[in-house]
């Protein structure tokens, strides 16, 4: 597993939509579970979506259920985050991650493999 790329990040309105995209280098990417973190200013970093290795288990944050959806393409050693419904509560760094167990993205506490540089999401009301 390469370096993780985040991309697709910036400024919205409160109901909008944004689309973030995570690349990874190399020929490993489908062996990793991957995810999304978020960290808002003066706070810790949160989980907000996970995804396994074939897209056959997804799990969200209830902060977001309803309105933000992970995939990936393993073809393309990308994973997306479609953020939809923005609210100014979002804005944030998202942190891509991957890990070789998903239960480690989706467990509380539980720490990951790889992480992206971060990607920035400002929401205005």
């Known amino acids: 597993q390469g370096p993780l790329v985040e991309s697709g990040g910036g400024f919205v309105q409160s109901g909008g939509s944004l689309r973030l995209s995570c690349t990874a280098s190399?020929?490993?990417?489908?062996?990793?579970?991957m995810g999304w973190f978020r960290q808002a200013p003066g706070k810790e970093r949160e989980f907000v979506a996970a995804i396994s290795r074939g897209s056959g288990l997804t799990d969200y944050a209830d902060s977001v259920k309803g309105r933000f959806t992970i995939s990936r393409d393993n073809t393309k050693n990308t994973m997306y985050l479609q953020m939809n419904s923005l609210k100014p509560e979002d804005a944030a760094v998202y942190y891509c991650?991957?890990?070789?167990?998903?239960?480690?993205?989706?467990?509380?506490?539980?720490?990951?493999?790889?992480w992206g540089q971060g990607t920035q999401v400002t929401v205005s009301s």
């Open positions: 190399g020929r490993t990417f489908s062996s990793y579970a």
């Open positions: 991650a991957g890990d070789l167990s998903y239960r480690v993205l989706t467990r509380p506490g539980g720490s990951v493999d790889y």
